[in-house]
């Protein structure tokens, strides 16, 4: 088996790591300081990241995008996340969840996406709806030919720099075993529509300038059209392009560790204490080895997983398995090796001067977004356990 990056693979890792360093580093005090990038310079990296023909990469070729395979996209994503969230979200990676777009909605949403014409961002969570989607109090109602949103939701990422939203909402009820459950459609809202409001959200620990919002809908009423996919049917479509992710997450703490390391092996190799650099001491020594294996762990089982999507696996609970795997282990893991360079820094570590405390402190939302390590490990044991309850 071959682990070596081909020619477009190394490619991809290098343009995107000096984009990120050249480009992007530059600006992370400032948003950091400020919790704001401007709109105008949001563009400007949207420009310059479509003249490296890298927008949308994870879109079709065949509708302009990129044409990346899930492994490609995936050493991107990686490089990536060595920067702030705040100025990565300006790469432009429109949801997959867009291909389920049709007729009219194609030119009205999924085009313009692609385009970077127009910035999507999805609502999912509410305030007492978070990895149970079944329990959303957001509802949207038939009325006439229309729909009629009501509801709140929240933590709604970079919803204040999107165009519009991709809404799921529940409308309607189904008979089960169980009892009464919701059922799911989603909608696709733009800023603008009437009873549609995007509010400030929380002030959070993480990801300082990477806004999470809170959206209102007070009868919003949206024309069938508006619908993606079918009535009744949002859970389908999350699973059946949501899936991937996961795997975004994982890559993105890969990146993040493997940035906060290279800081904890230069502070090792160049400090001295007691006559001899702190890197010989076997407290810090054994710190980086064990840094490196856990970051090399993550990563080989980030790209496996997204390997395994490429063999066209994507319904496998295998495949299932794997993806929540990789982001179980690798938002552990840049937890363990942030907390680790931190303390191989000493009390610098902890100043601002260092970007290892907002790496630190970013990498606690990890654990939490895209479905928590608790229920990561609820996927991987259903998985497991699964074939043997047949």
Same mark, same amino acid.
């Given at each position: 088996?071959?682990?070596?990056?081909?020619?477009?693979?190394?490619?991809?890792?290098?343009?995107?790591?000096?984009?990120?360093?050249?480009?992007?580093?530059?600006?992370?005090?400032?948003?950091?300081?400020?919790?704001?990038?401007?709109?105008?310079?949001?563009?400007?990296?949207?420009?310059?990241?479509?003249?490296?023909?890298?927008?949308?990469?994870?879109?079709?070729?065949?509708?302009?995008?990129?044409?990346?395979?899930?492994?490609?996209?995936?050493?991107?994503?990686?490089?990536?996340?060595?920067?702030?969230?705040?100025?990565?979200?300006?790469?432009?990676?429109?949801?997959?969840?867009?291909?389920?777009?049709?007729?009219?909605?194609?030119?009205?949403?999924?085009?313009?996406?692609?385009?970077?014409?127009?910035?999507?961002?999805?609502?999912?969570?509410?305030?007492?709806?978070?990895?149970?989607?079944?329990?959303?109090?957001?509802?949207?109602?038939?009325?006439?030919?229309?729909?009629?949103?009501?509801?709140? #939701?929240?933590?709604?990422?970079?919803?204040?720099? *999107? =165009?519009? %939203?991709?809404?799921?909402? &529940?409308?309607?009820?189904? !008979?089960?075993?169980?009892?009464?459950?919701?059922?799911?459609?989603?909608?696709?809202?733009?800023?603008?529509?009437?009873?549609?409001?995007?509010?400030?959200?929380?002030?959070?620990?993480?990801?300082?300038?990477?806004?999470?919002?809170?959206?209102?809908?007070?009868?919003?009423?949206?024309?069938?059209?508006?619908?993606?996919?079918?009535?009744?049917?949002?859970?389908?479509?999350?699973?059946?392009?949501?899936?991937?992710?996961?795997?975004?997450?994982?890559?993105?703490?890969?990146?993040?560790?493997?940035?906060?390391?290279?800081?904890?092996?230069?502070?090792?190799?160049?400090?001295?204490?007691?006559?001899?650099?702190?890197? #010989?001491?076997?407290?810090?020594?054994?710190?980086? *080895? =064990?840094? %490196?294996?856990?970051?090399? &762990?993550?990563?080989?089982? !980030?790209?496996?997983?997204?390997?395994?999507?490429?063999?066209?696996?994507?319904?496998?609970?295998?495949?299932?398995?794997?993806?929540?795997?990789?982001?179980?282990?690798?938002?552990?893991?840049?937890?363990?090796?942030?907390?680790?360079?931190?303390?191989?820094?000493?009390?610098?570590?902890?100043?601002?001067?260092?970007?290892?405390?907002?790496?630190?402190?970013?990498?606690?939302?990890?654990?939490?977004?895209?479905?928590?390590?608790?229920?990561?490990?609820?996927?991987?044991?259903?998985?497991?356990?699964?074939?043997?309850?047949?």
């Amino acid at each position: 088996m071959d682990f070596s990056l081909n020619h477009e693979q190394q490619l991809i890792v290098d343009t995107v790591r000096r984009f990120v360093e050249e480009e992007l580093y530059p600006l992370e005090a400032d948003l950091e300081k400020t919790g704001h990038l401007p709109l105008t310079r949001g563009r400007e990296i949207i420009a310059q990241v479509k003249e490296l023909g890298f927008y949308a990469a994870n879109m079709p070729a065949a509708i302009g995008g990129g044409g990346l395979n899930h492994l490609d996209f995936t050493l991107l994503e990686r490089e990536l996340g060595r920067t702030a969230m705040g100025l990565s979200v300006w790469w432009g990676r429109p949801s997959n969840i867009l291909l389920a777009c049709e007729g009219e909605q194609r030119e009205q949403f999924l085009f313009p996406a692609v385009r970077g014409e127009k910035i999507d961002a999805l609502a999912m969570t509410e305030p007492n709806a978070g990895s149970d989607l079944r329990s959303m109090a957001c509802t949207a109602k038939a009325d006439g030919g229309d729909w009629v949103i009501n509801g709140r #939701k929240h933590f709604i990422s970079h919803a204040d720099i *999107a =165009d519009f %939203i991709i809404v799921f909402a &529940a409308s309607g009820f189904e !008979t089960t075993a169980r009892g009464a459950r919701k059922k799911i459609t989603v909608f696709l809202v733009e800023k603008g529509d009437v009873g549609f409001k995007v509010l400030r959200g929380y002030d959070s620990v993480s990801h300082r300038g990477y806004q999470n919002c809170i959206l209102e809908f007070d009868d919003c009423r949206l024309p069938a059209g508006r619908i993606l996919g079918e009535v009744h049917r949002g859970f389908d479509i999350a699973n059946q392009w949501l899936y991937a992710t996961r795997i975004s997450v994982a890559a993105m703490c890969v990146g993040r560790a493997r940035r906060a390391f290279d800081y904890a092996l230069q502070q090792a190799a160049s400090r001295e204490q007691f006559g001899q650099t702190i890197g #010989k001491f076997q407290g810090v020594g054994f710190k980086l *080895a =064990d840094m %490196i294996t856990s970051i090399d &762990a993550a990563d080989w089982l !980030t790209l496996a997983a997204a390997w395994q999507l490429d063999q066209g696996e994507q319904s496998s609970g295998s495949a299932n398995r794997k993806i929540a795997s990789a982001k179980l282990y690798a938002s552990e893991m840049l937890a363990r090796v942030t907390d680790e360079a931190i303390q191989i820094h000493g009390g610098m570590g902890l100043m601002a001067d260092l970007p290892l405390e907002r790496l630190w402190r970013d990498a606690r939302v990890e654990r939490i977004w895209d479905g928590t390590s608790e229920i990561q490990r609820h996927i991987i044991s259903r998985e497991l356990l699964r074939p043997l309850e047949q």
